[in-house]
């Protein structure tokens, strides 16, 4: 039974009275701001940014088929992850439950936050068991957090799995689509007037590289994302990254003709990576990065670093015992990297 988000929501934050910022409080166009103690003498640095960033989900809005007020920008995912925890759970009281493995950063959040984390095993090849996963709810389990395409196994997870857990699950479910880009797989975007209790994260960081500005989005019903903004920072999101996002976003094509190029080097290091006779297992992606099982991954990779090509260990995760994650680099990377390990 879906609960209400009020319900759910914690009642320090459901009670909570937000600061009130200047621009906040007096909305349009005047020729004189004598309002926020600004120095005026460097123009246009010394203004506050817009706090609701309202130009630039204008231009989000238009691109993913959303309406704006179903948007909240963050510093990074990282930021909408920690708040959404700190909305909805009651720290020593409330519990969140995550697949695993998967993106760490949930886990550093619930434990920030004093909020039991339930970790739920995927299947031997990284997909969903929706069963096993709501199986682990309860009552006081607030938030479900899924990831797809996953990190790290790079698979998405299948709709109807997912599907079974919107469905059946009465608190909120995140799905963070932060490798959307790079999947075949259709985004749950356009099913958010249907579940009314999804919240979808992507971001800047990968497929547009943007990774340095930090900027995130969640994208849910207009109450959770009024939640949202009334936590978060009144100014979170710079001037600079505000007017630079937008104009990445006014040239959407370069985006997609280097997600292409991305997908192109993904299949060769795929084809290359198949003939490496130590490989054990090359798990299929549908992200910019691929995991290999390999019999000694710490000498793997101590091997690459003495050469300089920097992997990322990921054998201490759950199901992922002998994986290195390696993300698609450009074609010279690529061929640097199969060169190493090649002579391995
Ligand atoms: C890289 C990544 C992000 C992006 O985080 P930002 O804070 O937006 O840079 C989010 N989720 C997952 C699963 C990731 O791998």
Redesign the pocket.
């Known amino acids: 039974m879906r609960k209400e988000i009020s319900q759910l929501a914690r009642d320090n934050i459901r009670k909570l009275k937000p600061y009130s910022c200047a621009r906040y409080e007096f909305k349009g166009e005047a020729s004189v701001y004598l309002d926020a103690n600004e120095n005026p003498l460097n123009e246009p640095y010394c203004r506050y940014p817009d706090p609701l960033q309202d130009k630039l989900k204008g231009k989000i809005a238009e691109i993913k088929h959303i309406r704006p007020s179903q948007i909240m920008l963050g510093v990074?995912?990282?930021e909408p992850i920690d708040l959404i925890i700190r909305i909805f759970c009651e720290p020593k009281e409330d519990n969140i439950a995550a697949i695993d493995p998967?993106?760490n950063?949930y886990k550093v959040c619930a434990d920030i936050n004093n909020v039991e984390y339930r970790p739920v095993l995927l299947n031997d090849d990284f997909s969903l068991d929706a069963e096993r996963l709501l199986q682990s709810v309860d009552d006081h389990t607030k938030i479900v957090f899924l990831?797809s395409p996953n990190?790290p196994s790079g698979n998405a997870l299948t709709r109807e799995e997912v599907k079974k857990i919107l469905s059946a699950f009465g608190g909120i479910t995140v799905i963070?689509e932060?490798?959307i880009d790079f999947s075949t797989h259709p985004s749950w975007l356009s099913e958010l007037d249907t579940y009314p209790n999804l919240i979808v994260?992507q971001?800047?960081?990968?497929a547009w590289g943007l990774?340095s500005l930090?900027?995130?989005m969640a994208f849910a019903s207009e109450e959770i994302i009024d939640y949202i903004n009334k936590v978060k920072y009144p100014y979170n999101i710079n001037y600079l990254t505000q007017n630079f996002v937008k104009w990445n976003l006014e040239k959407e094509e370069r985006k997609n003709v280097w997600v292409q190029q991305l997908l192109e080097q993904r299949a060769i290091l795929l084809k290359k990576l198949a003939k490496i006779p130590f490989i054990e297992k090359i798990f299929p992606s549908d992200a910019n990065f691929i995991l290999v099982r390999v019999p000694d991954p710490e000498s793997i990779y101590d091997k690459l670093v003495e050469k300089g090509i920097i992997i990322r260990k990921r054998n201490n995760l759950s199901l992922c015992n002998g994986c290195l994650r390696i993300t698609v680099g450009t074609k010279e990377e690529n061929n640097k990297l199969i060169n190493e390990l090649e002579k391995i």
Request: aromatic letters at 16%; glycine letters at 10%.
């Open positions: 990074g995912s990282d998967t993106y950063m990831c990190n963070d932060a490798y994260l971001t800047f960081s990968k990774a930090r900027c995130g």
